[in-house]
């Protein structure tokens, strides 16, 4: 059972402070626990609105402890219990006129008992979704989402399934359509991707070929750190490129 968010520290997110805070605060609050947020995602939301910060008279976003913690309440649901938005927004509309909600078991659709999910191996267990759920947490029809694969945004898994993170680049792809901005116009973005992911790639492979386990493990965290510091980058030099500072 799901209770009513209050804020404060649970769950990873240490809010002691009651001072409004920028996205970007906000950003550096939610990361521990989620570092694969952006500012984007956290815009997205709002525009969907699963949130909505207060805003000052020049239009900056600020936050406060509420703000922030149903953000995260919202980025578990998704990542927990794979909820799509439309559902996650009348789960904490319920919270807030005080009704109790029972939230589905944790993990996500695909991870069972065919081998795929569980203990095995060194790997950590990867979060799958069907095609259908996609197309529901996306808002999308098929041929939408035959159109992001043909441009590789979008790779299905071997079993016809999708990794986890198909649900956020999904709804980064409907975010940049508002501006306009079409898959084809993306295959850049996803060939720089590809080559910042091999970059990695080269530096933790010596550690993930290594017989001890703790050091193959250890190579799962190199990489995740190194992801982390190129996504920095990369945002860094785009906003360099544009003479812009987002705020």
Excluded at 6 to 23: C, E, F, P, Q, V
Excluded at 33 to 46: A, M
Excluded at 55 to 83: C, I, N
Excluded at 112 to 137: F, M, N, Q
Aim: aromatic share 4%.
């Amino acid at each position: 059972m799901l209770q009513t968010p209050k804020g404060g520290a649970g769950h990873g997110i240490a809010l002691t402070d009651s001072r409004l805070m920028s996205i970007g605060t906000v950003l550096n609050v939610l990361r521990d626990e989620f570092p694969e947020v952006t500012i984007s995602k956290i815009r997205f939301l709002e525009a969907e609105g699963l949130i909505e910060p207060q805003r000052t008279p020049s239009g900056y976003r600020k936050f406060g402890p509420d703000d922030v913690e149903r953000l995260a309440h919202v980025l578990r649901m998704q990542r927990d219990h794979y909820l799509p938005l439309k559902v996650i927004k009348e789960q904490l509309d319920a919270l807030e006129r005080g009704e109790t909600i029972t939230l589905p078991s944790p993990g996500r659709p695909g991870d069972g008992e065919d081998g795929r999910g569980g203990e095995g191996g060194d790997s950590p267990t990867v979060a799958r979704v069907g095609r259908d759920e996609l197309l529901a947490a996306a808002g999308v029809e098929s041929p939408e989402l035959d159109e992001w694969e043909s441009y590789g945004l979008i790779v299905p898994l071997p079993d016809g399934g999708y990794d986890a993170e198909a649900v956020t680049v999904a709804e980064l792809v409907m975010e940049l359509g508002r501006f306009g901005i079409e898959p084809r116009h993306l295959r850049a973005m996803k060939a720089a991707a590809d080559r910042e992911a091999g970059l990695v790639d080269q530096v933790v492979a010596p550690l993930r070929r290594h017989r001890n386990p703790q050091t193959r493990a250890h190579a799962q965290a190199r990489a995740k750190e190194l992801a982390g510091l190129t996504v920095k980058l990369h945002g860094a030099l785009v906003q360099t490129a544009l003479g812009v500072r987002l705020p």
